[in-house]
């Protein structure tokens, strides 16, 4: 038996805290990463329900959303927030969908500036989740009330859009001053959007969009698939996301033609492909 040992390397401190692998995740995140999403730059004439259920299919096939929160007031037009309740899973989605046209508008994505609500539920004990919470939502809606009072361009907009109502209305003659903003506006009520559709039943569009892509198939597969079909113009993929995609045509009745045709195709291995028209 030799009597020569191997050197004995130093004790390692005991792990602390998340497990290494996440603490390599975690050092190559932003510093300003968090769960939650802000994106501009949105179609402002799709419906709010459509762009909610557009969004939310499109970034569940990250993980899990916990929430898309979009509003159809003047400040918020445009925009929306997607939460989810992994942060390496937003940083991808940003990542990956950052520039993507939806609905014909490339989409801008960077972290909010703070977690939504959904985050915060979501990722505390049922101990802690009642008192973080409060704690959040009360300094976000003193945040939001600071926001919204000092926001010129809003007020603006506002006023503006009530002096027509009441000219129109022989309320308001020219040069005269509008009454003060919260008398005018204690009345007005948002509409209600329309309640959105299943797939199935969505108005034909001459975008189709794909889904239960399987692996392997690609953006060369699908171009050669529908490009049979008279008046296509493109396929649009997501980089690092193969299992959906958006086909272009120039007129509905082609769309229409390539889904009927194609709709259900068999892959192989039990993999069919849905295809439904494009939320407009």
Known sequence: MSSSAEPISD?????????????????????NANATLYINNLNE??????????????????????????????RMRGQAFVSFNDVSVADQARKEVGGFPL????????FARNPSDAVV??????????QEFQKHKKLRLERKKISRKENPIRRKAIEKKIREKKLAAGELKEG????????????????????????????????????????????GELEAMFSVYPNYQEVQTIPGKSSIAFVEFSDIPSSASAREALNGYNFGGGDKLKITFARA
Do not use: C
Not at 103 to 110: A, E, L, R, T, V
């Open 176 to 219: 005269e001053e509008l009454d003060q903003l919260g008398a005018a506006t204690s009345g007005a009520g948002a509409k209600r959007e329309d309640d959105r559709l299943p797939d199935e039943y969505l108005p034909p569009n001459k975008i189709l969009f794909l889904q239960n892509i399987p692996d392997g198939v690609g953006k």
């Open 121 to 130: 539920l979501d990722r505390n004990g049922d101990d802690e989740k009642a």
């Open 45 to 74: 004439k799709v419906k709010l329900p459509v762009l909610k259920q557009s969004l939310e299919a499109l970034f569940s096939t990250y993980g899990k959303v916990l929430n898309v929160t979009a509003h159809a007031n003047l």
């Open 103 to 110: 609905y014909g508008k490339p989409m801008k994505i960077d």
């Open 11 to 31: 004790p390692q401190p005991p792990p602390t805290g998340q497990p290494s692998q996440q603490q390599e995740q975690d050092a190559i995140l932003p510093e």
